[in-house]
């Protein structure tokens, strides 16, 4: 690999010949003529400025060959990795580092949850999606077998194997876990409340609070199921290595005819994705007798998940609800291999599993489970650090088989909003919000999952006690029960993973939710007018705004003495009359996050010590508890246990700002009227062969500074931390506005570009679009695209 890597530098250093000799080798080809074998008729692919396939076929199979084709020579490398997370392979791909990996997801249950699928999928008879998802796979495989494999095998020595359908449930298993909140905070949560206890718990929001907002509910009349509506080191550090980006939020709103100006339906849509090269979605438009379809699609996936016709439009944002259990096991003392359940014992089941790994041999390794599932001490430190009793994960996800292509199939392809809610209840898990528009005016959004019951004593952030059946779920809500609003009265609906309100019985449904100031901001904004445009609302998707945090900066400001602090009187004038606003010239933010730091670091690592609290800042509970930690006078986590003093709040306070000020200083220079946020920010989108140097250079995307910012709409997060240079993990992977009174005008843009090869013009075209704030059309009319296409492919 190395001898490799240095070839290809030679060859870029080379210039113009060296980059055609190898775009020759390793390109896609976007012009000319390819044959497909078991092409029903002759298939044009028309790619536009930016490099979005228009495909125009004959029927949905030849659509969907040539989708996998064309879908494959952009992506092939991205669908590689995210298959290779959901069976657990990585190791054998990229080296013993990814070994732990492997075993984490094996242990888990995401590859035999794939099995168990496939096996559902073979079982079953013949349908529509069946078809079209094979004819999709036979497009992928054919492009392995005779397209120009991308540059990253080659790299690695390697060479793709077929694609399956296999794969493709592995891929829906990927997207599954990045949902899955509670393995990377339940272990957190249990290990403080047993070591520190309530006084320190009941400064944290663990649970929703009274102040955070609540997305409201409009359930609609039914008949039966029918609607009567309208008709028209730690696991994170584990998880670091994984070569593909995890989901981590989203927006969407949907406006109602009754506010907008063309009184047309407007919607929109921006997914919060890990930041990642190529970028997580990739967008194609089909075009087949009885369908036309504008998509955004997984890697490996063949129907998109988000996408629109010129009747209807598709979204979603996570719904963060909590769907996993851990059961704490005690073992029979007299046979370790059952543990005590109830009145009796319950045995433990075994089965060993062969990982291979690159240029070594092979692992045995042994996954055991209980009757409420894998236990996980031996893949999840944080669990084998707690306790030394098994602990099981009950997870619905792995369950019951997917149903995830089935839904997204009928969704797209739905004639009506009762269709898209038949697509919306086949998915079990992950919980999505699903969000709906259409060109006869309705609006809705459905929390789409299956709940289970728990018992009123259960806290499911706690570990419950395995040998209790009476901690065990007692059944499923009814999906008409499930949190959702239809054509509401306020005229939108909108979600950003925050908490539904309460459901037919009165309880809030328990889940990992983020405290609302995302929704709030959309809320309000909406609510102001009644004359919304496709360009008025591009304001508020690119807004970056926090009203939270001047509270907090306020809170703080009232606990010190500015002239205690002669020197830096401008920045801490900057940070009073703040409106939360992150642009690239604020000078508040820079000192807003160094001093939040250290006033959490000051607050909680004597207490937790500093891997746990790293940990915790990478938490829905860090966003969430912070004001209230600030306002809790009395907590115990002012006090640092460490010393013989007895700190307060504002001892605390003080000394981190006092700590921020000075490293602000080393940093920025003395005068802090020039300590712009811009100069705190760096931003870079990382491929897979990125981590190391010198590929990052070749791969990876940089960009210039954005304004990242904690919970704002335009959501451009980082890791808090006490560099003071903050690195933007994740934002909008992309953002869609579509206006149903022209949806041949409708927009989009992704953060990179529309391909993941390395050679093609359209790898990372869009990245300074991005971030600038700029859109680019979601092309639909023939006679527009046939005019002004870039490139054409003819499939025979």
């Given at each position: 690999m190395k001898k490799l890597v240095l070839v290809l530098l030679f060859m870029l250093i080379l210039g113009t010949v060296g980059y055609q000799i190898a775009k020759f080798n390793f390109g896609p080809k976007y012009n000319g003529e390819i044959t497909l074998e078991g092409l029903n008729a002759e298939t044009e692919v028309f790619f536009d400025d930016f490099g979005v396939p228009h495909i125009y076929a004959s029927s949905a199979e030849d659509a969907y060959q040539t989708l996998g084709y064309v879908h494959a020579q952009d992506r092939l490398f991205q669908m590689e990795m995210m298959r290779r997370v959901g069976t657990g392979t990585l190791a054998e791909l990229l080296g013993e580092d990814l070994l732990d990996v492997d075993k984490f997801f094996r242990t888990l249950g995401i590859p035999q949850h794939?099995?168990?699928?496939?096996?559902?999928?073979?079982?079953?008879?013949?349908?529509?999606?069946?078809?079209?998802?094979?004819?999709?796979?036979?497009?992928?495989?054919?492009?392995?077998?005779?397209?120009?494999?991308?540059?990253?095998?080659?790299?690695?020595g390697s060479k793709p194997r077929d694609f399956t359908i296999n794969d493709v449930h592995a891929v829906v298993g990927y997207m599954s876990f990045t949902f899955a909140m509670a393995v990377k905070t339940d272990p957190l949560i249990t290990k403080m409340s047993r070591q520190l206890g309530p006084d320190y718990m009941k400064a944290l929001s663990v649970h929703t609070l009274p102040e955070h907002h609540i997305i409201p509910n409009n359930y609609p009349k039914r008949d039966s199921v029918s609607l009567q509506i309208k008709t028209n080191t730690s696991l994170a550090c584990l998880l670091e290595k994984l070569p593909v980006p995890l989901f981590m939020g989203s927006n969407a709103w949907v406006i109602a005819p009754s506010r907008t100006a063309s009184g047309e339906v407007i919607f929109c849509n921006d997914t919060h994705i890990g930041f990642s090269q190529p970028s997580v979605w990739y967008e194609a438009h089909l075009e087949y007798p009885g369908f036309s379809y504008y998509g955004n699609h997984l890697a490996g996936v063949p129907f998109g998940l988000v996408g629109h016709t010129r009747t209807h439009s598709i979204g979603l944002t996570m719904f963060e609800n909590d769907d996993q259990d851990f059961f704490e096991e005690k073992l029979n003392p007299n046979n370790p291999n059952e543990t005590i359940y109830g009145t009796g014992f319950s045995p433990i089941k075994s089965r060993m599993d062969t990982i291979k790994i690159k240029d070594k041999d092979h692992v045995l390794f042994e996954i055991r489970e209980t009757n409420h599932g894998p236990i996980l001490n031996?893949?999840?430190?944080?669990?084998?650090?707690?306790?030394?009793?098994?602990?099981?994960?009950?997870?619905?996800?792995?369950?019951?088989?997917?149903?995830?292509?089935?839904?997204?199939?009928?969704?797209?392809?739905?004639?009506?909003?009762?269709?898209?809610?038949?697509?919306?209840?086949?998915?079990?898990?992950?919980?999505?919000?699903?969000?709906?528009?259409?060109?006869?005016?309705?609006?809705?959004?459905?929390?789409?999952?299956?709940?289970?019951i728990r018992p009123a004593h259960v806290n499911s952030k706690i570990f419950l006690d395995g040998t209790n059946p009476l901690d065990e779920h007692t059944g499923w809500i009814p999906f008409e029960e499930n949190p959702m609003s239809i054509n509401p009265e306020s005229g939108f609906v909108a979600t950003s993973n925050n908490q539904p309100d309460t459901l037919s019985n009165g309880m809030y449904y328990p889940g990992y939710y983020y405290p609302g100031d995302r929704w709030d901001r959309i809320s309000k904004t909406i609510m102001s007018r009644n004359d919304w445009t496709q360009e008025s609302i591009k304001t508020l998707q690119l807004e970056s705004i926090n009203e939270t945090q001047p509270k907090n900066a306020k809170l703080l400001l009232s606990e010190i003495s500015k002239t205690d602090f002669p020197e830096d009187e401008a920045i801490l004038n900057a940070l009073g009359d703040w409106s939360g606003e992150h642009g690239l010239e604020e000078i508040a933010p820079t000192l807003y996050y160094k001093w939040i730091y250290h006033i959490l670091s000051e607050m909680m690592v004597d207490e937790l010590g500093e891997e746990d609290f790293q940990n915790y800042l990478g938490t829905f509970m860090a966003v969430r508890s912070t004001p209230l930690l600030l306002q809790s006078e009395n907590s115990p986590w002012w006090d640092n246990k460490n010393t013989p003093k007895i700190e307060n709040r504002k001892d605390i306070i003080n000394k981190a700002l006092s700590k921020s000020l000075t490293e602000l200083h080393a940093q920025h220079g003395s005068n802090s009227r020039k300590w712009q946020w811009r100069k705190s920010i760096l931003s870079e989108h990382p491929h897979p062969l990125g981590a190391k140097k010198p590929l990052d250079r070749i791969f990876n995307v940089s960009t210039n500074p954005m304004a990242a910012n904690e919970e704002s709409v335009n959501k451009l997060a980082f890791t808090l931390n006490g560099e003071g240079i903050y690195k933007v993990n994740s934002g909008p992977a992309m953002r869609i506005i579509l206006d149903f009174a022209n949806v041949d005008a409708s927009e989009s843009i992704l953060p990179t570009g529309q391909s993941g090869n390395l050679f093609s013009p359209w790898y990372k075209d869009q990245a300074a679009m991005f971030v600038e704030g700029h859109y680019r059309p979601q092309l639909m009319k023939e006679e527009v695209i046939k005019g002004t296409y870039r490139k054409k492919l003819v499939f025979k």
């Open positions: 794939a099995q168990m699928s496939t096996a559902a999928w073979h079982s079953e008879g013949d349908s529509e999606w069946k078809s079209a998802t094979e004819a999709y796979i036979k497009g992928v495989n054919q492009f392995i077998l005779e397209g120009k494999i991308p540059i990253e095998y080659t790299l690695l031996a893949v999840v430190p944080e669990i084998a650090g707690m306790t030394d009793n098994p602990v099981a994960s009950w997870w619905v996800y792995v369950l019951e088989p997917t149903r995830a292509i089935e839904a997204t199939w009928k969704m797209g392809h739905a004639k009506n909003i009762q269709e898209v809610e038949d697509g919306a209840r086949l998915i079990h898990a992950p919980g999505l919000n699903i969000m709906y528009g259409d060109k006869t005016g309705n609006i809705a959004w459905w929390a789409s999952a299956k709940l289970p």
